[in-house]
């Protein structure tokens, strides 16, 4: 204990001026020191009690001094010194003896004072330790009437301390629980058993339900008192809270999981935000396409009609960039909290904000690639106040939303890909075939089936097979690589074939290879094209120009040959005209004798005949290669006309021997028996006219096949190996050697070789120099009599 | 009427008349036409009979057509021309085109005669070239 150093002075020199103040007394009265004694004894003893035991035997010592020095002093009997000693022996004894039992007292008393002091401090810690518990404590009798209880009981029932002392555990348990909490308290009454816990919910001062855990347990009965249950209480909103965020995760991903698209997503997503973590409202803001500001791409109101007010105006506004709590969390990418929701609502919403009654709003971004793609906003009517661990949560549910979101967008792009793919595949008007590595054909397109004029199936096993071969050989006519051979690079074939109607075509197949996706070959596309159009105009096209061209070559030869035949047949004409004119002048100038005259009029007549004969066959043979000239067809028996030939020809044929050799069974043909005589007589009159010098001409018919052959042969001249191929062109006329000087139009073949293909026949001539010529030409037989002659050989 | 001989026979030449042509109705005009303005007419029926007679013969001229057998009758008349360059050769030709009157002349003929010819213009030009009779 504290003491000023005055009063520590006081006390501890009084006894030693007590002490002085007694021998002075002695010493002035001259008393014995058995009368002083007492008193000295009376100091020792006060001393010994109240000071230590140095102190007190100092005071005890002194005293006894003072005991002894006055008989000393008055040189007394040994008797009175020797009693003095006896009393300061008395003296020391005493103030050993109390000053030993002083310290036992003080002892004793330390110790006692210990104990309380640890009790107390135990009682306190124990104390801090039952009101620093994050559970609720107390103490209840064995009815469960509440005895004793911390703050914490206190506060998670939101109730004064003395208000619930007294109240039943069972009476503050919301009423579904109670029977079971009664029960439990009673299983603890009996003693049956010790401890007993249950999650129940507490109705707390304020009307809420508090979820708790509750564990009951008996203290067994001390000396100091009765058995008694311990209450403990565990505040499990948090731990729901806890649990309702990680379970609103875990729906998120859920539904993220089983969804397809963001559209089908977001509203189970949204309702799970709502209702997991007790949000009235929540909607998806997502960036327009221009990025300019945000719109509401979906909603989910799971409240009353008020917040549909402000969720309709949120459809038709538009915040910018860093404009209101979307804006902000997009600019941002932070999930942000909004205190003063109806304030600080985009302008264009304040209104119905608090028309709404909006209290609190949270807000956190969609994030993919590390850019914000939308921001779902959460809308509560009530005040509410966001933890740590719901903040987590949103980010972590934002960042998957946003992958789910690429994931499907991607996804949707494949699909939407693959879909206008199949949709040029099914829908092109170009065939397409997808064509495996060994050739074989896997799928087709309806337009390649249509072209091809083929079911699937008959294409599979044989049109594609017999377009492949088709294919191989007109790749080969090109010295071009076979269909597998050319795979890797494009390329482009056309080659004819047949549809399953037999109607063929000309195709333009393309022969794209595409890589898998390690650059292999995994299949073919073949695109087929039907180019018979194209293909049969430009073929026609290709005719027309060859035919032009040849026109041209024909055109020049005509040219050239026109010319010669004007001067040919002015040569003929004039050579005639000479005649004409220099004999009529004659006759017309007089003075001729009248056989002159008789004999010059029959040269003008001949020459004259000659220039009309000429003029008839070049109108002939104009009006037959025109194709205007007409047949007179009838029954023609060939070996009539040959004969009617021979005998017009003989009489001015004298130095000619004439042969026939007729089939006399040849049958009738259909022809112009004037026209075929024309032919028989131009032919012999050549055989004549080539064999200067007299020989045979020897005409023979036979029938060759459904043709009657006629063969007029001589033993003339013959023509030249050079000259053979001409000989039935127009003005051609063999004018070497010895057959110049013969007189022709040079159209008498040519008009020969007209006549006998206007009846369906054929001409030809063999010939050898010196030995003489044979012209072999053919007319069809009436059919009837072709038929009858097959029938008289079978 | 004077009559073709043989031998150099000179002066029975000088107003004979060579009519080469294998038209006979040509040569009969000729001869006819020629014997009455008082010429003598031989008359050679292809190219080389014309060139034989005109270099045995001599005569004091020559009618001649272009398209006889053997060899035409230009290619006689180079023949004749290279034996006796001064023989007056008058082509006398059914071909009767300027470009063969040019081609004609080209080849050496002393004049060109077409066909039909008027009976006055064949004598006039015999006369010419002959002398008249």
New interface residues.
């Given amino acids: 204990m504290p003491m000023s150093w005055t009063r520590i002075l006081v006390r501890r020199a009084t006894p030693y001026a007590a002490l002085a103040s007694i021998l002075a007394v002695q010493a002035l009265a001259r008393t014995d020191a058995v009368v002083a004694f007492p008193l000295y004894l009376a100091v020792v003893l006060v001393v010994s009690l109240q000071q230590d035991r140095a102190e007190a035997f100092a005071v005890a010592a002194l005293a006894a001094v003072a005991v002894v020095i006055p008989p000393l002093a008055t040189s007394r009997g040994t008797a009175e010194v020797a009693s003095a000693i006896l009393l300061a022996a008395v003296l020391l004894a005493v103030a050993l003896a109390v000053g030993e039992l002083m310290r036992h007292a003080r002892a004793s008393t330390i110790a006692a004072q210990r104990q309380a002091d640890e009790m107390l401090a135990v009682d306190r810690r124990l104390h801090a330790l039952l009101e620093s518990a994050q559970v609720g404590l107390g103490l209840a009798d064995l009815e469960g009437r509440l005895t004793m209880i911390n703050d914490r009981l206190a506060a998670i029932l939101s109730r004064g301390r003395e208000e619930l002392l007294g109240t039943t555990v069972a009476g503050l348990t919301a009423e579904g629980d109670r029977p079971g909490v009664e029960e439990g308290l009673g299983l603890i009454r009996s003693g049956d058993i010790g401890k007993w816990e249950a999650m129940v919910e507490l109705v707390p001062a304020d009307g809420k339900r508090v979820p708790v855990g509750l564990f009951l347990s008996r203290i067994p009965s001390t000396v100091t008192g009765e058995p008694a249950i311990v209450v403990q209480l565990t505040d499990m909103t948090q731990r729901r809270r806890a649990d309702s965020i990680v379970e609103c995760l875990s729906t998120v991903r859920q539904v993220l999981v089983n969804s397809a698209t963001v559209d089908i997503a977001l509203p189970p997503i949204l309702a799970a935000l709502c209702s997991r973590l007790g949000w009235s409202a929540a909607q998806l803001w997502m960036p327009d396409a221009d990025r300019s500001a945000m719109r509401v791409r979906t909603a989910w109101n799971a409240s009353g009609p008020l917040l549909d007010g402000f969720l309709h105006a949120c459809r038709g506004a538009a915040p910018r960039k860093g404009e209101a709590l979307a804006g902000r969390v997009w600019k941002t990418g932070a999930v942000s909290a909004e205190e003063d929701v109806q304030g600080a609502a985009h302008h264009q919403l304040r209104a119905a904000a608090r028309m709404a009654g909006l209290q609190s709003a949270l807000a956190f971004p969609i994030v993919s690639a590390g850019e914000v793609i939308g921001v779902v906003e959460l809308l509560s009517d009530s005040h509410r106040t966001v933890d740590d661990d719901e903040v987590s949560m949103l980010a972590d549910a934002g960042l998957e939303i946003g992958q789910f979101i690429r994931r499907s967008e991607t996804a949707s792009a494949l699909r939407r890909s693959e879909a206008d793919h199949r949709a040029i595949f099914e829908r092109s008007p170009i065939g397409i075939a997808r064509i495996g590595g060994d050739g074989e054909l896997l799928e087709a397109n309806s337009a390649l089936l249509h072209i091809l004029e083929q079911d699937e199936e008959t294409m599979r096993m044989s049109g594609w097979p017999d377009l492949l071969r088709a294919y191989d050989q007109a790749a080969g006519r090109q010295h071009r690589a076979p269909f597998l051979g050319a795979i890797g690079e494009a390329s482009t074939l056309q080659v004819r074939a047949a549809t399953g109607a037999g109607n063929w075509l000309w195709l333009q197949l393309t022969a794209t290879s595409i890589p898998d996706a390690t650059g292999a070959p995994e299949h073919i596309l073949v695109m087929v094209e039907d180019v018979t159009a194209v293909r049969e105009t430009s073929d026609r096209l290709n005719e027309a120009l060859d035919a032009q061209r040849q026109a041209n070559i024909d055109l020049a030869k005509l040219d050239r040959t026109k010319s010669e035949f004007l ?1 040919i047949v ?6 005639a ?7 009529s ?2 006759i017309r ?1 007089g003075g001729l004798e009248g056989d002159e005259v008789k004999a010059y009029g029959g ?1 003008i007549f ?2 004259a005949h000659r220039v009309n004969r000429l003029i008839t066959d070049m109108l002939d043979l104009d009006r037959m290669e025109s194709g205007r000239m007409s047949m007179r067809s009838g029954d023609v028996d060939i070996n009539d006309v040959l004969m009617e030939a021979i005998s017009r020809a003989a009489p001015s044929a004298t130095s000619v021997e004439f042969k026939s050799d007729l089939d006399p069974r040849l049958p009738i043909v259909v022809g112009d028996r004037d026209r075929l005589i024309q032919v028989v007589s131009n032919i012999v009159n050549n055989a004549v006219k080539y064999s200067p010098d007299g020989g045979t001409v020897t005409i023979s018919s036979r029938v060759e096949g459904r043709f009657a052959l006629i063969s007029v042969t001589d033993t003339g001249l013959g023509i030249p190996p050079d000259e053979i191929g001409h000989v039935f062109e127009r003005f051609r006329r063999v004018r070497s050697g ?1 057959a ?2 013969i007189p022709g139009t040079g159209l008498g073949l040519t008009i020969v070789k007209q006549i006998v293909e206007m009846h369906g026949g054929k001409i030809w001539v063999e010939s050898a120099v010196g030995h003489g010529s044979s012209f072999h030409f053919t007319i069809p037989l009436a059919p009837e009599s072709a038929n009858a002659l097959q029938l008289r050989h079978a | 009427m004077p009559e073709a001989t043989t031998g150099n026979g000179s002066a029975a030449s000088k107003y004979t008349v060579l009519v080469a042509d ?2 006979e ?2 040569q ?2 000729c001869k ?2 020629l014997e009455k303005a008082g010429y003598g007419v031989l008359i050679a029926g ?1 190219g080389l009979q014309a060139v034989d007679i005109a270099l045995r013969e001599r005569p004091a001229m020559i009618l001649m057509d272009v ?4 060899i035409d009758g230009l290619e006689a008349m180079k023949r004749i021309k290279a034996e006796v360059p001064a023989m007056p050769i008058v082509i006398a ?5 300027a470009s063969d009157r040019e081609r004609f002349l080209a080849a050496g003929a002393d004049s060109v005669l ?6 006055a213009d064949l004598v006039a030009m015999v006369q010419t070239l002959a002398g008249p009779k």
């Fill in positions: 001067s002015s040569h003929e004409f004039r050579t005209l000479t005649g004409i004119q220099g004999f002048e004659l100038d040269y001949n020459d010895a110049q000087s | 294998d038209n109705v040509a009969r005009l006819r036409v292809d398209a006889m057998p053997g030709s059914a071909h009767s085109m077409s066909k039909p010819f008027r009976l």
